[in-house]
């Protein structure tokens, strides 16, 4: 489905609901004006909110958490996540991919299981999304939905569910998350608003920004008709400070280096070394509409619209030390005496300058106008046809957007002669040199530093949507068999990136026009052409990084180190050829449509101390997967036009079948404590890159070298996941609980990740005519796989004001390749307390996670350090109608690691620093 005819669809859908509602307005004028009195589901404060979750939590025949808003508007974190992380068997991580960590969790997972088996929810149905950084638009990630697009502001409550039923939408194999907005007629007054206004202050870029959200109700006398309308702006400044080694080479064992040094043969070495600086400013902004109607006793009637856009221009500058153009591989120079071998890995090496020898080189990457997006429309209805039979629908379509429309990139060789070296000091910072260059200015243009090459994708909108409609019943029948659920659904997802063009250098005529370049000539371009390459069209100004750029995260490397401004670059890069047909990057392209039918029943039973369900769910998959591969231009369906050689659309159709069926049952011991059964066959699909995904490539740094870079696999089958879960749950007081649970799973067609080498038509510096070369793919692979674990939960109030709570998560996860496992934490902990009297409240959260396995990254491994994070609250009820608020984030300034395949390889360290947000909170 086209954006057009989508927009369209959603423009015609808002219409439709507000004809929809007038005229329900005029029928409530007919109906019966004693209308049944609603029970109010607003909770204020920390203690009330937490009875409330507990409640909702015992009440439940499925193991579930509960997380319940303080008051309207107010959930205990700014971050949805962030509240999140305090449930037991959750996971939080800040990255949703390798691009390392930024200083907001964006991603949730449960059980030790990757982000994408763990399906988020709105109000019971799915939500398309975007992500605003451009790794996550074309490379390895799906399905997971990123946090960054869901204000706290929205959330009434989150409902955590580790069991499944089979009225649940499949797509969660080890649970769902779904987040609760707030109804119109469940509001205690007949007209409230309710709002905050504020400033978050970052303390890295040191600066402010402005908070607002506003939420008003209105419900009718009668409680028939009610509308509620919220709307939110949200700014923030980021600064993220690293040190990036990007990837790992062998020194090959018939190389020179090899021969000369034979205890080198097979080591590894770092490819780039950086100093790192990432800026960025976000503004969230959105709204959500809701018209709720209860015409009669026996219906009901509800539309809501949700969108929400997250502008996120940012520039990323990496300063580098450069290993594979120095090593080559075991082609290039080798270090002097004294270097030192630890686990494979050329940990300590320097090397004395040679003349002519390239050691450094600098990449500055601006990205003006990324951002994403998401929105839905639901049209919901409820009938009780009779006493005895209740039946529901909802239709609903949703779309997400990625964007990334410009990147303005210039890539400078430097560092001739100066020599280099480092020293790897494990995970953390590492110390290293480019001799006696000067970091701190450029130079002199086109002698201490020269251009390599101008990269960069352009045009980038990864379009995720969704539409749907499903249908429920609920037949009461009353005594042991309480009640039969059955239902039927049918989506469509369609997810694809249509338009991408990687930008390269362009010689620039005098009407503007992009003319091909002359190799024989000094700057690549014809005589009377603008060359990138001339040091005369070199942007002039510069700027320096922070002056306590990267002081908290050790090491001793490059940090007083020049950058042009994004304005500069984006000046620059008019040298450029942007053409959309002849620069268009066909391995990038894809396209995904997945069709599910799915129908189940379910059998609800209860007795005096006891209730359980036992259902099947039926899913029916339908995919087709369309890439761009290289072909044969005598091919007769090759397409010609690409400078990236001649490439055809390739379309893989699969069909699968899964029955799923799941049981649960919930016993009270007494009337304290309660016993969980559950067991299920759940479902998740591949992330939607994992299937269609672009193919992204990083070239080597020398000639005859290995590149790397990421694909995809049509064939992946859905992922399936036998599980099982036994809980018990002690209420011993008020607001108070211990529990323990086990949990296993079982998961065939695990995605795993392997490496393929393939070859395609590369254009750079090296290869400025173009030549074929090889490239090692980390692309997915289906097996098989197994998590296992336990969780601990306490939480009790201490006296009348103080209350604590602590848990704790135990997950071990294998695969049948021996591959380690995504997303798997053996540890992750969290501790908290609070005070709250009539006046003032308090609380403190302390959040631990061990090192996990992310992924495959530049052909090596990409593990994540153990991490910690420490936040605190204040509130301050000033009157009925104003209270005061103090919400302190990562308060330990926490340092994200990252590291290879061991601890003597590291890959990244950053830090983000501390956010304070400060909101006068009103109602009326």
Request: proline share 4%; glycine share 10%; with cysteine.
């Given at each position: 489905?086209?954006?057009?005819l ?19 307005v ?11 009195d ?16 507990l409640?909702?939590?015992r ?5 579930v958490?509960?997380?319940s808003?303080?008051?309207i ?8 996540a ?5 449930v ?8 949703s ?41 074309t ?9 960054s697009?869901?204000?706290a502001?929205l959330?009434?409550?989150v ?17 769902n ?35 607002l ?6 419900k009718?006398d009668?409680?028939?008709?009610g ?7 949200e ?25 000369s ?8 070495y ?24 209860r015409p009669?006793?026996n219906?009901?009637?509800e ?9 996120a ?20 120079q080798?270090p ?19 003349e ?5 080189i600098?990449?500055e990457?601006?990205?003006p ?12 209805g409820k ?14 379509t ?21 020599g ?22 450029p ?13 960069g ?26 009640t ?12 694809g990136?249509?338009r ?6 362009g010689c ?30 070199f942007?002039v100004?510069y700027?320096?990084y ?9 090491g001793?490397f490059p ?6 401004s ?14 959309p047909v002849?620069?268009f990057?066909f ?9 599910s039918t799915a129908?189940?029943?379910q ?5 005096d ?14 995919e ?35 029955w ?15 016993l ?22 990083s070239?080597?740094a ?8 990421t ?12 599980n ?5 749950e002690?209420y ?11 949990f ?6 695990y ?6 080498r ?10 400025p ?7 090692d793919?980390s ?12 969780e ?31 997303g798997?934490s ?6 908290g307390?609070?005070f ?6 308090a ?11 992310s992924?495959?990254?530049?052909a090596?491994?990409f593990?994540?350090?153990?991490i ?7 509130g ?11 919400d ?5 300034n ?13 890959r ?6 501390r956010?304070y ?8």
């Amino acid at each position: 489905m086209t954006t057009t005819l989508r927009k369209t669809l959603l423009s015609a859908s808002i219409l439709a609901a507000l004809s929809f509602t007038g005229a329900a307005v005029a029928q409530e004028a007919a109906a019966d004006a004693s209308a049944t009195d609603l029970d109010t589901v607003v909770v204020r404060g920390i203690r009330a909110a937490e009875a409330a979750s507990l409640a909702a939590k015992r009440d439940e025949v499925t193991r579930v958490e509960v997380i319940s808003s303080e008051d309207i508007g107010k959930m205990p974190d700014k971050n949805v996540a962030d509240s999140l992380a305090r449930v037991s068997g959750v996971n939080i991580s800040a990255a949703s991919a390798n691009e390392g960590a930024f200083d907001e969790n964006d991603r949730v997972s449960m059980r030790g299981t990757p982000p994408s088996f763990t399906q988020t929810l709105i109000d019971g149905h799915s939500v398309a999304t975007g992500d605003w950084f451009v790794l996550n638009q074309t490379g390895t990630v799906g399905r997971s939905v990123s946090y960054s697009l869901l204000p706290a502001e929205l959330v009434d409550q989150v409902m955590v569910r580790k069991s499944s039923e089979a009225k649940l939408v499949e797509g969660g194999a080890v649970g769902n998350i779904d987040i609760i907005t707030r109804n119109p007629l469940n509001f205690d007054t007949g007209f409230s608003v309710f709002g905050s206004v504020g400033a978050v202050y970052a303390d890295k870029p040191e600066k402010w920004a402005p908070q607002l959200s506003v939420l008003g109700n209105w419900k009718n006398d009668a409680g028939t008709f009610g509308v509620t309308v919220q709307a939110f702006s949200e700014e923030r400044h980021l600064r993220r400070d690293g040190q990036e080694l990007l990837g790992y080479e062998q020194i090959a064992a018939d190389s020179a280096i090899a021969a000369s040094n034979p205890d080198l043969a097979g080591v590894y070495y770092p490819t780039l070394i950086g100093s790192a600086l990432f800026e960025q400013e976000r503004k969230r902004t959105g709204g959500k509409l809701t018209f709720q109607l209860r015409p009669t006793d026996n219906t009901e009637f509800e539309a809501n619209y949700f969108r929400s856009d997250l502008k996120a221009d940012n520039y990323n500058r990496n300063y580098m030390l450069w290993g594979a153009r120095i090593l080559g591989q075991g082609n290039g120079q080798a270090p002097d005496p004294g270097y030192v071998v630890r686990n494979g890995t050329l940990v300590s090496a320097n090397f004395t300058g040679v003349e002519g020898q390239q050691y450094g080189i600098y990449d500055e990457i601006s990205r003006p106008g990324s951002k994403s997006s998401t929105e839905f429309l639901t049209l919901d209805g409820k009938w009780n046809a009779t006493d005895s039979l209740t039946l529901s629908f909802q239709a609903g379509t949703s779309e997400g957007h990625g964007k990334t429309p410009t990147q303005d990139v210039a890539e400078w060789d430097l560092g001739f002669g100066t020599g280099a070296g480092w020293q790897l000091n494990g995970v953390g910072a590492a110390d290293w040199n480019l001799g006696s260059l000067n970091t701190s200015v450029p130079g002199v243009a086109g002698v201490d530093y020269r251009l390599d090459w101008i990269f960069g994708f352009q045009d980038i909108d990864v379009e995720d949507s969704e539409d749907w409609l499903k249908l429920d019943g609920e037949y009461y029948v009353g005594g042991t068999l309480s009640t039969i659920e059955f239902g039927v659904r049918d989506a469509r997802h369609e997810r694809g990136l249509d338009r991408i063009t990687a930008q390269g250098p362009g010689c620039i005529d005098s009407a503007g026009n992009v003319v091909p370049f002359d190799w024989s000539q000094p700057y690549w371009c014809p005589v009377g052409t603008q060359s990138p390459a001339d040091p005369a069209n070199f942007p002039v100004d510069y700027r320096n990084y922070p002056g306590d750029f990267a002081n908290g995260i050790g090491g001793n490397f490059p940090r007083d180190i020049w950058y042009h401004s994004m304005r500069d670059l984006a000046e620059y890069n008019r040298l450029t050829n942007r053409d959309p047909v002849e620069r268009f990057f066909f391995p990038g392209a894809y396209a995904l449509e997945e069709r599910s039918t799915a129908a189940y029943t379910q059998f609800n039973f209860e007795g005096d101390n006891w209730s359980g369900n036992i259902g099947v769910r039926y899913v029916r998959t339908e995919e087709e997967v369309t890439n761009y591969v290289n072909t044969d231009a005598t091919d007769p369906d090759a397409i010609t036009t690409s400078a990236f050689g001649p490439f055809k659309q390739v379309v893989t159709k699969n069909t699968y079948n899964d029955w799923l069926p799941s049981a649960n049952f919930r016993y009270s011991l007494n009337d304290d404590m309660v016993l969980r059964f559950a067991a299920s066959r759940t479902l998740t699909r591949p992330d939607f890159s994992a299937l269609s995904g672009a193919i992204s490539l990083s070239p080597p740094a020398t000639e005859g070298g290995v590149g790397t870079g990421t694909g995809g696999n049509p064939n992946l089958e859905p992922i399936i996941s036998t599980n099982l879960d036994g809980t018990f749950e002690w209420y011993y007081a008020e607001r108070a609980l211990l529990s323990a649970s086990l949990f296993s799973m079982n998961i065939d067609n695990y995605v795993s990740l392997g490496i393929v080498r393939q070859q395609f038509l590369t254009i750079d510096n090296l290869h400025p005519d173009g030549v074929l070369i090889d490239y090692d793919l980390s692309v997915p692979v289906g097996t098989g796989a197994k998590v296992k674990g336990i969780e601990l939960a306490w939480e009790a109030p201490i006296g009348e004001y103080f209350g604590a709570f602590a848990n704790y998560t135990y997950a071990d996860g294998e695969t049948d390749d021996g591959s380690p496992m995504l997303g798997t934490s053996k540890n992750t902990y969290n501790l908290g307390a609070y005070f709250e009297n009539d006046l003032f409240s308090a609380r403190v959260n302390y959040t631990y996670r061990s090192e996990f396995y992310s992924g495959l990254d530049r052909a090596s491994a990409f593990y994540q350090d153990e991490i910690d994070s420490l936040s605190a609250s204040l509130g301050w009820k000033i009157s009925d109608n104003f209270s005061l608020s103090l919400d302190a984030l990562n308060l330990n300034n926490p340092k994200t690691k990252y590291y290879a395949e061991n601890r003597d390889r590291p890959r990244s360290i950053y830090e983000n620093g501390r956010q304070y947000y400060l909101n006068l909170r009103f109602n009326y």
